[in-house]
């Protein structure tokens, strides 16, 4: 059992979030600003903290330094700002991931169990053999046996999506337009079926993101082709 | 007269019967001049030819006869051999001295009275030396007969001109009248018709090309060989002379109508001025001059300022120095002393051009936007430090009003974010709250059909913040816009990649026409998208069910045009521009789902990134197009760029 601890200046935030945690099956502490935050972890055993940025007393980035010093179990930033600054500064000082007001339920709960995956299961940063297929983040292609686990869990995806996705795999952090990935996943001139190819991306993304609009691994670079992205920073 | 203008053939007509109209007001006038001068109308024809005669004999004769008279030889074989009559008279006394005229009819008579007779005498004196000397005879008077036949054969043929000249004397000037209006008539015509081709235009022909200066000089040139030609062609015979006038004045004719006619071409067409090699050559040198002075212009305009006063002060002052020097008497040490102010002016001016330099510079820094720089007013005194302290206080007066400007419009965007952020956490937990009702077994049904109210409406509300504060900021363009290469139609394709799920639950069959080449563009991919995605959102939410949506790429001029066209569900009493605007929808009852921000969104984006949205709205066809101007070289590190630009 996991040792989840939400902190939000809005009780009945905290309140709704430890429902939804609850009937997941995670114990919930609860903490109002960042000091409380910071103690609870001091004084707990927490395995993921969720914590929202605007806060009286001290705000979630101050907290999130703090917690920094002395731990370093996975965080998810609750933000209402979606500026891309806040996004960037959040991931900057430490955060695993962000979820922004507001949200949608079934979202948070994925990437907590996403993230609570990563840190207790894989402890991170495992690289599979090109040969036996690729792994980033929580995505592993098994070209073998033509699998794909996004966070443990099996997703079925069609030959074609699979193909697809390990292109991408394989030339992660790499700009591939519709064409290049039409040729080399369908063989031959694309001669305006770029959208296919689209919209294969857009159904890989809905089974293998958790929000495809704003996806984390394969991202759309509009205007120019598709990417996967290269694995984590850290 | 449109077609008689155009018509070659009447043109040559034309130019024949005026060449004849020419010579025959050439061949009147002559006629006519020469009537006039002989008074042909007042005279009798015996009256004029003998004045005519009188004229042309002169006292030839007579002297000659006097001469002979004198030598003591026979008079009379003289005349006889001249085929002319004569009679002297004593002078003095009267009566014949000796004659031959007996009344035979004669043209002309010519008389001269008193007319000294001398007579050359010889003698021998004592040394037998011969001496000659002349003794004066009583004076006569001689009068010479001359009839026609004694005329010379130039006499007879002026004879029988005359002739011919006083028959016809009124007929000559009808013919000069008649042909000097048909002349002018052919003439008026040959100019309006000049220049003029089939089919209305006015277009050169090879004389009309020929520079017209140097027709000039050739036309003059023509008429000075034909003047010199006529000139010497007068001491010939008259015959030759004839010749010579008609061949020459008909070459003239024709020399002198084209030069007419090409001059009537030229205004027509308005080459006169330009077609000439002075106008050319003088176009060619102001060109020339033109570029020189800006030449001149510009590196007067590189050198800085001091220098440019130090040069042109020195260059001054030594002139004055030299002419001072050579051209004036003075003695050296005040030639010296003036040398002397020369450098010290140079130096005072030299000085005020360093002052008037650091305020140029200042100057220009305001104007660039510089409004922190403020001019060093140290070593500046009276006028420069006053207009530099007002320099100064403008730049202060600006950089106030610029300050409060940028203040209020960060205050807006501030205020529409912090209201948008402070909504939106008490709306996470209505829409969390509402959620968790709903997994909840209410007691009664109805309950179940509120909170589908409370999640649609919940739901609506998010979207409307999010739209808010995206149209603020997009509309006050405060918002990062990283402009790169695009690729619109991979974009398009994305998009339509993207709403395939969606065109197909709405019932719509998307249409897409993309150029195999690719049409590149600036823009920024982020904020293109989201304009493609709220164009498409209103398409698959607005459309009617089961009908075709249009995407089209076309690249032309330089421009990328992409257009999206539906049908709508809905009637569309609304123009487009209209629409663009916050907070309007097509349906004016506001029912359906959106904030109404989507176009105005879209429009804002666009424009920020350099493009143009426009709205047609014709019946139910609703078009969007986005106008991009496409680029034309390949932007090499273009693609190094966009790694970082993924969402």
């Given at each position: 059992m996991?040792?989840?601890?939400v902190c939000?200046?809005e ?7 430890k429902i ?5 099956g995670?114990?919930i502490?609860t903490a109002y600003?960042?000091n ?6 001091e004084d707990?055993?927490?395995h993921l903290?969720?914590?929202?940025i ?6 979630g980035i101050?907290?999130m330094?703090?917690l920094r010093e002395i731990?370093?179990?996975?965080v998810?930033?609750?933000?209402a700002?979606?500026e ?11 955060a695993d ?10 979202e948070v709960?994925?990437r907590?169990k996403?993230?609570?995956r990563r840190?207790?299961?894989?402890g991170?940063?495992?690289?599979t053999?090109?040969?036996n297929?690729y792994?980033i ?10 699998q ?6 099996e997703?079925s995806?069609?030959p074609?999506e699979?193909?697809?996705l ?11 337009s ?5 040729k080399?996943?369908?063989g ?6 770029e959208?296919?190819v ?11 993101e ?5 996806p ?6 509009w205007a120019h082709g598709?990417?996967?992205?290269k694995?984590?920073?850290k | ?7 070659l053939?009447?043109k040559i007509?034309?130019i024949i ?9 050439c061949?009147?006038a002559?006629?006519?001049i020469f009537?006039?001068d002989s008074?042909?109308?007042t005279k ?8 005519i005669?009188e ?12 001469e002979v ?8 074989n003289?005349?006889d051999m001249q085929?002319i ?12 001295i000796?004659?031959?005229?007996t ?9 001269l009275?008193n ?7 010889a003698y021998?004196?004592e040394n037998g030396?011969m001496?000659?000397?002349?003794v004066e ?5 001689v009068?010479?007969?001359i ?7 130039r006499g007879?043929?002026l004879?029988n001109v005359?002739?011919t000249?006083?028959?016809?004397r009124?007929a ?7 042909s000097?209006v ?6 008026c015509?040959l100019?309006a ?6 089919g209305?235009v006015v277009?050169l ?5 020929v ?5 000039t000089a050739a036309?003059g040139g023509i008429?000075i060989?034909s003047?010199?030609?006529?000139n ?14 008609a061949v020459?004045l ?7 109508l084209?030069?007419t ?5 030229r ?5 006169l001025?330009k077609n000439n090699i002075?106008?050319k050559l003088?176009?060619?040198?102001a060109k020339?001059?033109?570029r020189?002075f ?5 590196l007067?305009r590189?050198i800085?300022?001091?220098a440019?006063?130090?040069v ?5 002052g030594?002139?004055?120095f ?5 051209f004036?008497?003075?003695p050296?040490?005040?030639?010296l002393?003036?040398?002397l ?5 140079v130096?005072v001016?030299i000085s005020?051009a360093i002052l008037?330099?650091r305020i140029?510079e ?9 409004l922190?720089?403020k ?9 420069f430090?006053?207009?530099a302290d007002s320099?100064?206080?403008i730049?202060e007066?600006?950089s106030?009003?610029?300050n ?9 965007t501030?205020?529409i974010?912090?209201v ?5 956490t008490?709306?996470t937990?209505?829409?969390?709250y509402?959620?968790l ?11 179940k059909e509120y ?11 998010k979207k409307l ?6 149209a603020?900021?997009a509309?006050?363009?405060?918002l ?5 290469v ?11 990649g993207?709403?395939d799920?969606r065109?197909n639950s709405?019932?719509?069959?998307p249409?897409?026409?993309?150029p195999?080449?690719?049409v ?5 991919g982020?904020?293109l998208?989201?304009v493609?995605d709220?164009?498409m ?9 089961g ?5 089209d ?9 992409i257009t ?5 569900k809905?009637?569309?009493n ?7 605007e ?11 789902e959106?904030?109404?921000l989507?176009?105005s ?7 920020l990134?350099?493009?143009s ?13 986005l ?7 390949e932007?090499?590190n273009?693609?190094g760029?966009?790694?970082?630009q993924?969402?």
């Amino acid at each position: 059992m996991y040792n989840i601890l939400v902190c939000d200046d809005e009780r009945d935030i905290v309140s709704a979030l430890k429902i939804y945690l609850e009937a997941e099956g995670y114990n919930i502490f609860t903490a109002y600003n960042g000091n409380e935050a910071v103690r609870s972890v001091e004084d707990n055993e927490i395995h993921l903290v969720l914590m929202d940025i605007m806060m009286p007393e001290c705000d979630g980035i101050t907290a999130m330094v703090k917690l920094r010093e002395i731990t370093n179990i996975p965080v998810i930033l609750l933000t209402a700002k979606s500026e891309d600054t806040d996004k960037i500064l959040g991931l900057n000082v430490g955060a695993d991931d962000y979820v922004t007001k507001p949200f949608n339920p079934v979202e948070v709960i994925a990437r907590v169990k996403s993230q609570l995956r990563r840190y207790m299961t894989l402890g991170g940063g495992k690289i599979t053999e090109p040969e036996n297929g690729y792994t980033i983040g929580n995505i592993e292609l098994n070209n073998k046996s033509k699998q794909i686990f996004v966070d443990g869990e099996e997703v079925s995806l069609t030959p074609t999506e699979f193909e697809i996705l390990k292109l991408l795999m394989k030339n992660a952090g790499e700009v591939l337009s519709p064409k290049e990935i039409y040729k080399k996943v369908w063989g031959g001139e694309a001669l305006g079926a770029e959208s296919t190819v689209a919209v294969h991306i857009r159904h890989l993304r809905e089974k293998i993101e958790i929000n495809p609009a704003e996806p984390r691994y394969l991202k759309v670079v509009w205007a120019h082709g598709y990417k996967m992205e290269k694995g984590d920073k850290k | 007269m449109k077609k008689l203008t155009e018509n070659l053939g009447a043109k040559i007509t034309a130019i024949i019967l005026s060449f004849i109209a020419f010579a025959a007001v050439c061949v009147s006038a002559a006629a006519v001049i020469f009537l006039l001068d002989s008074d042909g109308y007042t005279k009798t024809r015996d009256e004029i030819k003998t004045d005519i005669m009188e004229n042309r004999i002169g006292n030839g004769h007579i002297y000659n006869i006097l001469e002979v008279y004198e030598s003591g030889q026979s008079v009379e074989n003289y005349c006889d051999m001249q085929g002319i009559y004569y009679t002297i008279e004593d002078y003095k006394n009267g009566g014949v001295i000796e004659n031959n005229y007996t009344g035979q009819s004669f043209l002309v008579q010519k008389r001269l009275l008193n007319m000294a007779v001398y007579e050359e005498r010889a003698y021998e004196d004592e040394n037998g030396d011969m001496h000659y000397t002349t003794v004066e005879r009583s004076p006569v008077s001689v009068t010479v007969y001359i009839p026609r036949e004694a005329l010379s054969g130039r006499g007879q043929l002026l004879l029988n001109v005359v002739d011919t000249a006083y028959t016809v004397r009124y007929a000559v000037l009808v013919i000069l009248g008649v042909s000097v209006v048909m002349l002018i008539v052919l003439l008026c015509y040959l100019y309006a018709a000049a220049g003029h081709r089939k089919g209305g235009v006015v277009a050169l022909n090879h004389l009309d090309k020929v520079p017209f200066d140097l027709l000039t000089a050739a036309v003059g040139g023509i008429a000075i060989i034909s003047v010199l030609l006529i000139n010497e062609a007068a001491f010939a015979s008259d015959l030759f002379l004839i010749v010579v006038l008609a061949v020459v004045l008909s070459l003239d004719y024709f020399v002198a109508l084209g030069y007419t006619l090409t001059l009537a071409t030229r205004l027509k067409t308005r080459t006169l001025l330009k077609n000439n090699i002075i106008y050319k050559l003088w176009s060619v040198a102001a060109k020339g001059f033109k570029r020189l002075f800006s030449w001149l212009k510009y590196l007067f305009r590189s050198i800085p300022t001091v220098a440019k006063t130090a040069v042109i002060t020195s260059a001054v002052g030594l002139f004055q120095f030299i002419i001072i020097a050579i051209f004036t008497y003075y003695p050296v040490e005040r030639t010296l002393l003036f040398l002397l102010f020369t450098v010290a002016d140079v130096a005072v001016i030299i000085s005020l051009a360093i002052l008037l330099k650091r305020i140029k510079e200042g100057g220009e820094k305001i104007a660039a936007g510089d409004l922190e720089h403020k001019i060093d007013t140290k070593y500046m005194y009276g006028d420069f430090k006053d207009f530099a302290d007002s320099l100064n206080n403008i730049n202060e007066g600006l950089s106030v009003a610029i300050n409060e400007r940028m203040k209020s419009e960060r205050f807006k965007t501030e205020l529409i974010t912090n209201v948008s952020h402070d909504i939106k956490t008490p709306l996470t937990s209505i829409i969390n709250y509402v959620d968790l009702i709903k997994k909840e077994e209410p007691e009664n049904e109805n309950i179940k059909e509120y909170i589908d109210v409370l999640d649609r409406q919940s739901s609506r509300l998010k979207k409307l913040i999010e739209d808010l504060m995206e149209a603020s900021k997009a509309s006050t363009g405060n918002l990062a816009v990283n402009l790169s290469v695009c690729e619109a139609g991979v974009l398009l394709s994305q998009t339509v990649g993207e709403f395939d799920g969606r065109l197909n639950s709405a019932g719509l069959i998307p249409v897409v026409n993309i150029p195999e080449k690719p049409v590149k563009i600036m823009a920024d991919g982020r904020h293109l998208w989201r304009v493609f995605d709220n164009l498409m959102n209103n398409i698959c939410k607005y459309s009617q069910v089961g009908t075709r949506v249009y995407l089209d790429l076309l690249e032309s001029d330089g421009k990328a045009q992409i257009t999206f066209k539906n049908i709508s569900k809905y009637e569309l009493n609304i123009t487009g521009e209209e629409l663009t605007e916050r907070f309007v929808r097509g349906d004016k009852s506001r029912n359906t789902e959106g904030s109404g921000l989507g176009l105005s969104i879209a429009r804002s984006l666009t424009e920020l990134q350099n493009g143009s949205l426009e709205i047609d709205i014709d019946g139910d066809l609703f078009k969007v197009t986005l106008n991009f101007d496409t680029v034309k070289e390949e932007v090499k590190n273009g693609q190094g760029k966009l790694r970082e630009q993924s969402c």
